[in-house]
C-alpha cells in the first residue's frame, strides 16, 4: 500500500459527485489500504477517495478508542475502532439533535470551519467485500460520517459553514 497525493485547496476538483462503488476487488481493496495509510501519514479523522482524485463512494475513517470524548460508531454491540474502510454509505436516519464545532479537512490543511451537524446518525454501507451492513454513529464520529459523504456529493466544509458563524467582512453590516 502507498501514500496517495491529497487534493488541497482546489474547491472545484472536489465538487464533482463521486459515483456508487460496484465492484469489490482488489483495486477497491488497494485503494482503501493507500486511504489509511494516507489518512495515518496526515493524522486525520477520515479521508474520502474523491480527495485522492478517485471519484467513488468509499472512505476511511480512524476512530479513536475514546468513545466518551469522540463518539462511537456500532455495528450492532461492537464497536468500530482504528482505520476503519467505509464504501457507499448513506444516512439512513438522523436525530433530530444538531451541534455546531469547527471542523476541520485535510483537503483545507490549516482552516477550521463551525459547522452545524446531526449528533446521532445510522448509516447503511457496504464492506470492502460488498456485505451491507449498518452503523450507528453519535458525537465526533457521526460528524465525520456526513463530512465524508458530504465529499461524495461534492460537497466540502465551506458549502456547510453555518451562516451565523461567518466572519462579517468589514463594512458589510
Ligand atoms: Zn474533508
Given at each position: 500500500m502507498s501514500v496517495r497525493e491529497i487534493i488541497t485547496n482546489d474547491r472545484a476538483a472536489l465538487s464533482v459527485p463521486s459515483?456508487?462503488?460496484a465492484i469489490f476487488d482488489?483495486?477497491?481493496r488497494k485503494l482503501l489500504g493507500d486511504l489509511a495509510d494516507t489518512l495515518e501519514a496526515h493524522d486525520g479523522f477520515g479521508l474520502a477517495a474523491p480527495q485522492v482524485g478517485v471519484r467513488e463512494r468509499c472512505c476511511v475513517l480512524a476512530l479513536p478508542p475514546d468513545t466518551k470524548q469522540w463518539g462511537a460508531a456500532r455495528v450492532g454491540e461492537q464497536v468500530l475502532v482504528g482505520l476503519v474502510p467505509i464504501v457507499n454509505?448513506?444516512?439512513v436516519w438522523h436525530g433530530r439533535v444538531r451541534a455546531v464545532a469547527d471542523?476541520?479537512?485535510?483537503?483545507f490543511p490549516g482552516q477550521r470551519i463551525p459547522i452545524?451537524?446531526?449528533?446521532?446518525?445510522r448509516v447503511q454501507a457496504n464492506m470492502t467485500d460488498g456485505?451491507?451492513?449498518e452503523i450507528l454513529a453519535s458525537g465526533e464520529v457521526a460528524r465525520a460520517f456526513q463530512h465524508e459523504i458530504d465529499h461524495f456529493d461534492g460537497k466540502t466544509i465551506f458549502d456547510r459553514q453555518d451562516p451565523r458563524f461567518?466572519?462579517?467582512?468589514?463594512?458589510?453590516d
Open positions: 459515483l456508487s462503488v482488489a483495486t477497491l454509505p448513506v444516512i471542523e476541520g479537512c485535510l483537503s452545524r451537524r446531526y449528533v446521532a446518525v456485505t451491507p451492513f461567518r466572519p462579517r467582512l468589514r463594512g458589510e
